[in-house]
């Protein structure tokens, strides 16, 4: 083989596979970490705070209400769809729930490393709208279930709207560590 | 007293007011002929009378229609002779020796602002460094001593050290602490806290309220907020609509004379058991609702068990309740079949669980209330608090407090404990707490030596801090037993932004600044700017707002259309009831549909018995409603040696201690002290005559009273209102008398379970004694000696 013709054969497979790789390690090192906001694609909202990986989130669905899961114990709401139809599924199943793959489009600035950068803005929130009467309490100092209710009655007493409260909610939930 | 306004009267008021909203507060301070000024207290809105800058004297604001001898008494409370005129330091602690002994005993000395502030500062990083912030604690926690939205002290204080680092807080509080940590177990909520049944819907529906532990009359004329005295006004019209009244209390208080309630004289503190004979009954008889039991609770099983005695061997039975609580099987009874109507509805505030085992109240009463199914409809059920806050919509924004980075927290009642037993580690509603070692108490808008229990323990703990650092308005005990002392101006000296609640925002009010501040005092937020900036966290305190622009912040909260400036322009507005709220029924959702509308509790339902709880493996709070007899009440063996039950309640024409000092006090108090109220028949046998000097002592301590002989006292019971403020006999001397009548002083600190650590004040047992010989002068309103200096 003339040299040349060799020469042409190594660019040719080496320089596309060297892109593919910087591509797959840009994107997968930039794509893993925490949501620190919502972003939608297509019909599917993922929540803030919702570990991706790999550019990818996956969650669990019952294939009827739209809600995803972050788990089979349905421990928090990571995400919605209007159409449960459109879910790409893996195959995997427990609890009655079934595991979905969203792939979330490139961008930077809406993942954070950790979980606790990711929720920095809602716990300012949190911490803004919660302390105005009494001190805000440390979200572990409560378990899910007595934050729902704490949140909901302290929703009347605060003025709080149903969006913000959905954002403090999250915050309180995702803070919980023990 | 003047108790109405005329209807012209209104109109001209209404007009002058409009008229005077043209002008600035600034220039009314300037004029020398009289001006009315639109502002809002916790006693009420009024307009004040301001001439030559001065505040002559202030009413009812015309909107409300409404009267109380203590919103015309708040221009004696600004023009007050025990005002603090400029910033002090006790004696000893500005020479450098601490001396805590001393507290309360010697002169103070008269400084600079700038070097009040500076060795406040210096403090402030002595104790953060040498000790770390947790040694800071803050006794400001519910904001009771300014209406406005922005100028709370108890929020402007935690902003202020969450950004210096920290603090040990409090957590829950004095009033409900009982029962804010139990419901949510129970029932998913604080409820006492929350929206309760409109009073639209109860006068449609109800034929019978019951008052228990509960005087709305009284307790309604006040509020967190402004009062604009809508649920006094429910409460007489119920009366004229035809509803009975019937009043379980050992009181027959304000609210039961006014409406002609019926009397059921419960022993103090028996509540409970009381309760439980009468579910004992429903059951026995096959009365209760099987169905509401079975479709919206957890637990009764469980509860039964120990309700027929099959645990303990004791059967709950009326006649058990009765031997108990002093009520008459029979009467328990037909009380319970009044309560089968479902047209009877339950009405209770916070008095009855701030007793020994307080969770159980309110527990019992829930578990009552399901067994008569009478949850969730309008007319019946149970009314925890009166809706005190159960607020939609959009309020004006308050500032916040931001993030408290120390963590550290007590129960609100635990104060004293703490001071005396620095490291120890107590149960707290499932978790464990570590007391810290304070040693600097920073005190803004809070008067601890008044509504905290068992003064004297109190005042053994503070001996132990430091560095006490008070802003205040005037000379209370706690400022007289402080060493650095702010001089704090009143609501009138100050710009701020107020509302009304009842299920929903109802009035806006402008706040106005009537006059300037009177002496050297400062504004709370002013002299939290000259600490920071002196602490290095300036900007973050204020961000750059003053307080004025805040107030336009916080209005702008409330989305209304119409613009600040003519709201302030305006002095108020009124704002209309949404349609759902006059149709609101608590529980009506869940009861309809538990399934798809479940309570915030770990099943959903009603918690009858709760497994959470339980799992704590608390002695003083099982997992169910129980009867635990107290150590201090009239069927225990302490009774032999205290034969009367002392109820501590919340007084008529004061607010805490707000109001003791001003000549308002003259038409109760007793040969100038706090009246002791007592059954004609106890009086007699103990020698005691109307108007007779008393010493009420148990062996936490001893209280001079002037008597009071009523029968709207049961036997046995005496009654001394709390916020008298203290007064030494001998300063500094421990365990001596109170010659103003502080019953504090007599009060434990024992807290109601380990799941609540809640205040007991209600379980107090006392004796009494005639005096005869010459007793001091209460001195409570005296000041302290001020020694002038070039400091």
Known sequence: MPKGAVLRKFLFIIIPAAIAVSVIYAFSDSRSGYLNKNVTTGDVTVFFGTEISGGRAHLWSDKVSGVLYADTDKSIDNGFTKDVSSLRFTGKKANGLFETVVSLPKADDEVSETLPEAIKESGKKYYEMCSTCHAAAEPNRYAKHRWDGILKSMQQHGGISDSDLSVIRRYVILSITN | MKNSISRRELLRMAAAASLFSAFPAGQAMADDTEQLINHATHFGPVMAHVKNGKLISTEPHPAIGADSAMMRSLADYVNSPNRIKAPCVRKSFLEGRKQTELRGVEEFVEVSWEMALDLAAEKLKEAKQNWGNESIFRTSFAGWSHAGAINRPNTLQGRFLGLFGGFTDTISDYSAGASSQLLPYVLGSMEVYSKQTSYEMIAANTKTIVLWGMDPLKSFRIDSAVPDFT???????????????????????????????????????????????????????????????????????????????????????????????????????????????????????????????????????????????????????????????????????????????????IPASRMG?????????????????????????????????????????????????????????????????????????????????????????????????????????KDDYWVLIQLAKRLGFEHKFTTGKTGMEWVKWSYEGTENKVPFEHFWNIGYIKLTQKPNDKQFIRFEDFVQNPKSNPLFTPSGKIEIHSEKI?????????????????????????????????????????????MDNLPLADEYKVNGREPVVIHPSDAKQLGISDGDTVEVFNDRGAIICGAVLSKRVMRNVVRVDEGAWYAPEKPGVPGTRCISGNPNVLTSDKPTSRLAQACSAHSCLVSLRKLTEKIKPNTAYENPVIVKSKL
């Open chain 2, 417 to 521: 404990e703490m001071l005396m037993n620095p490291g120890r580690t107590i149960d707290f509603n499932g978790m464990k707490i570590t007391y810290p070692d304070v040693k600097l108490i920073y005190n803004m808008g809070a008067n601890s030596m008044t509504h905290h229990q068992d003064i004297n323990a109190l005042l053994a703990g503070i001996r132990k801090v430091e560095t006490m650092i008070t802003h205040e308005i005037v000379w209370t005990p706690w400022a007289k037993h402080s060493d650095i002392v702010f001089p704090e101006t009143t609501t009138f000296e100050k710009n701020d932004i107020g509302f009304s609640i009842v299920n929903n925002v109802t009035y806006l009010w402008a706040m106005k600044q009537v006059l300037k501040p009177m002496y050297e005092a």
């Open chain 2, 231 to 409: 649920k006094n006004k429910w409460y007489r019209r119920f009366k004229k609509l035809g509803i009975k009244y019937i009043c379980v209390d050992p009181v027959y208080n304000d609210t039961a004379r006014e409406l002609g309630a019926e009397w059921i004289s419960v022993r103090p503190g028996t509540d409970t058991a009381m309760i439980l004979g009468m579910c004992y009954y429903l059951y026995t008889s096959g009365k209760y609702s099987k169905s509401f039991i079975d479709s919206c609770t957890v637990g009764f099983d469980m509860f039964l068990k120990y309700l027929l005695g099959k645990d303990d061997g004791v059967a709950k039975t009326p006649e058990w309740a009765s031997k108990i609580c002093g009520i008459p099987t029979n009467r328990i009874i037909s009380l319970t079949e009044t309560l089968r109507s479902d047209t009877t509805l339950i009405g209770t505030l916070y008095g009855p669980q701030r007793i020994e085992h307080g969770e159980q109240f309110h527990w019992s009463l829930i578990t009552l209330a399901s067994m008569l199914g009478n949850v969730g409809k309008p007319g019946s059920g149970i009314n925890f608090g009166g809706g005190l806050l159960g607020i939609s919509g959009k309020m004006p924004r308050r500032i916040s407090q931001g993030r408290n980075p120390a963590r550290t927290i």
């Open chain 2, 614 to 658: 339980s799992s704590y493996g608390y002695g003083d709070c099982a997992g169910h409603p129980t009867w635990y007899e107290p150590k201090e009440w009239l069927g225990g063996a302490m009774a032999k040696k205290h034969r009367f039950h002392l109820l501590s309640l919340h007084p008529k024409n004061r607010l805490h201690s707000q």
